[in-house]
Structure formats: structure tokens, C-alpha cells
């Protein structure tokens, strides 16, 4: 049976659960316990989670803890892992893909963020904007073009399924529904894969 691993942050670790059950009995599908949180703890923890374990298959989702930033700074400005350092990142993670495995990989873009929501959620202690997002999604899609990663857009997914119904009230993570759908998303590219 064939070996796929996830990467990613929470919104992996919300969808992995429907991943694994639309793959049951075709993939083996694992992701790390832990939230995988910026490309710069990807990176800290690529041969753990990846090199080491040989997989078949890796679908990486990482760039919204990247994008995070204090509220008040503006887009762009102070954000966690600045655009150009994840430029950086990026092209490390698929480098060491490339070099050091035999995985065929994907690259997901990040999924769309409601700041409105952001800010009148009480527990929220940093802002995603969805400026940020689409200009990281946007170096993350130059920098698999010029090494020849395939995309899989997790945003558009969440666009064409209704933003405002699958985002939860935090504007960042997802209900249920949203969840599945991204969860169904990627169980199919997976499948395509295998």
C-alpha cells in the first residue's frame, strides 16, 4: 500500500481525519500529532516527518501561520516568516523533497481568511489578512512552477465552496462542512497519485 504523509498546520490536522477515511484500505495516510505551524518548523522537522519516513506521496499545507502578524501592523509588514524568507523555505522544502526522496509531492496554497472575523474573535492573538495570503500563495505557485511542483488550490476549493459558509467564526479555521470539503479535496488528489 502506498505511503502518504500530510504537512501542515491546524487546518491539516482538522482535515487529515476525512482524508484518511476517503483513502481507508487504499493509502496508508499519516501527518504528524503536532501542528507543523511556519515553513520554518517544517523545515526544522522535514527528516522526522518526511525524509525518514519514506513516503509514496506528500501533500504539504503550509503558509498561514507564515502570514501571521500582530494586529495593528499593516499587510506585508512584521509578518511571522516574512514573504521573501518564505520564498526561501519554499524552495528548501521542495528542494529536499527532490534530493532526498522519491515522493511524488504537491504543494498546497494556503486557504482564503476572513479578517473581519479575525478581529471580534476574542481568542485570536494575531491576524491573517487576505492580502498576505494570496501574495504568499502567489510565491509559493512561482516557486513550484520554476522547480515543477504541482499545485493543489486548497483556496479555490474554499472559494468556489462558499467562504462565508465553510470558514468558522475565527475567519481562519473551518466548520465541518469545510473541513470535509477540504478533506474531500485532497483525498482525490491523493488518490489521483497513488
Not at 116 to 125: G, I
Not at 140 to 153: F, Q, T, W
Request: glycine share 8%.
Amino acid at each position: 500500500m502506498k505511503k502518504a504523509i500530510l504537512i501542515g498546520d491546524s487546518i491539516r490536522m482538522g482535515y487529515q481525519p476525512v482524508v484518511k477515511a476517503q483513502l481507508s484500505g487504499l493509502v496508508d495516510v499519516w501527518g504528524p500529532e503536532a501542528n507543523c505551524g511556519p515553513t520554518t518548523r517544517t523545515l526544522a522537522n522535514f527528516d522526522e516527518w518526511v525524509i525518514g519516513r519514506k513516503p509514496d506521496i506528500v501533500h504539504i499545507n503550509c503558509g498561514l501561520h507564515d502570514t501571521a502578524r500582530e494586529p495593528g501592523n499593516p499587510p506585508g509588514k512584521f509578518n511571522r516568516v516574512e514573504i521573501e524568507a518564505y520564498r526561501k523555505n519554499v524552495r528548501a522544502i521542495f528542494q529536499r523533497l527532490l534530493k532526498d526522496t522519491a515522493a511524488k509531492m504537491v504543494w498546497a496554497l494556503t486557504t482564503p481568511v476572513m479578517l473581519d472575523r479575525q478581529q471580534t474573535f476574542k481568542q485570536h492573538r494575531s491576524n491573517r489578512t487576505p492580502v498576505d495570503v494570496l501574495n504568499y500563495n502567489a510565491v509559493a505557485n512561482a516557486v513550484a512552477g520554476e522547480l515543477g511542483v504541482p499545485i493543489h488550490d486548497l483556496h479555490r476549493v474554499v472559494m468556489d465552496g462558499g467562504m462565508e459558509r465553510l470558514l468558522s467564526a475565527d475567519g481562519v479555521h473551518f466548520t465541518p462542512e469545510g473541513y470535509a470539503a477540504l478533506g474531500k479535496a485532497v483525498a482525490e488528489v491523493i488518490r489521483k497519485l497513488a
